[in-house]
């Protein structure tokens, strides 16, 4: 079936650097959705990636989809220690799986 | 609008019992999903209901079940119960789709002795 894997599965960090996590899907993805979980805390929406090739930006947070709708990515800039948590990617694949596809997660913890 | 709602938050069972989660959907939403959330295994979809009727299903084996209300209120039940069963229950709610936004409740944490 689908898979979604998502790489590191775990990123420490000094306060002030970057952080990526990658995900790549072993199917075409129609679109692509990340959600953070904080310690302790429940899985929270981020964005949605729909479009071949698509950039967004929130504040430090950059989301790209690939071109080939097969692999996305998320790069904070200058971390801070509210970004400790978990990072998921969750993929729709096409065929007759209707529910989304989670990756493994990147756990990023962020030294002060 | 109220969020996800999960009951109970927190519940230890022993090994061969039986357990039902409760979750109550975000007004409006007609799509309960569940997931078990575990260290090693990261969130894994159990399944999916859509007015009263299973729509997806995960990898999961029959011991593991679930319904759903008129009222989009979910339950999701687990038999005979065994260690690993032992995790975090995650409830999401989404508007029509299981692919749209999932609003994830606060989720029940399982443990089974």
């Known amino acids: 079936g689908q898979q979604v894997m998502q790489i590191p599965q775990y990123q420490h960090v000094q306060e002030g650097e970057d952080f990526t996590t990658y995900c790549n899907s072993s199917t075409t993805l129609s679109n692509i959705q990340w959600y953070k979980q904080r310690p302790g805390g429940h899985p929270v929406f981020l964005i949605q990636l729909v479009k071949s090739g698509e950039v967004k930006k929130q504040k430090r947070l950059t989301f790209q989809f690939g071109e080939a709708k097969k692999n996305s990515s998320l790069h904070i800039t200058a971390t801070q220690t509210t970004d400790v948590g978990t990072y998921f990617c969750?993929?729709?694949?096409?065929?007759?799986?209707?529910?989304?596809?989670f990756g493994k997660g990147t756990k990023l913890s962020v030294k002060p | 609008k109220a969020g996800v709602t999960q009951t109970p938050r927190y519940l230890i069972k022993t090994r061969g019992q039986q357990v039902t989660l409760s979750c109550s959907p975000i007004?409006?939403?007609?799509?309960v999903s569940w997931y078990q959330q575990t260290p090693g295994q990261g969130l894994q979809f159990l399944f999916e209901?859509?007015?009263?009727?299973?729509?997806n299903k995960g990898n999961f084996p029959g011991r593991f079940s679930g319904r759903q209300f008129s009222n989009s209120r979910s339950e999701m039940n687990v038999s005979t119960l065994e260690l690993g069963d032992s995790a975090l229950y995650l409830c999401?709610?989404?508007?029509?789709?299981?692919?749209?936004?999932?609003?994830f409740g606060p989720g029940t944490r399982l443990t089974v002795l």
């Open positions: 999401a709610s989404s508007l029509v789709l299981a692919a749209d936004t999932q609003y």
């Open positions: 969750a993929g729709l694949g096409g065929g007759s799986q209707g529910n989304l596809i």
């Open positions: 209901y859509f007015s009263e009727t299973q729509r």
């Open positions: 007004s409006g939403h007609r799509s």
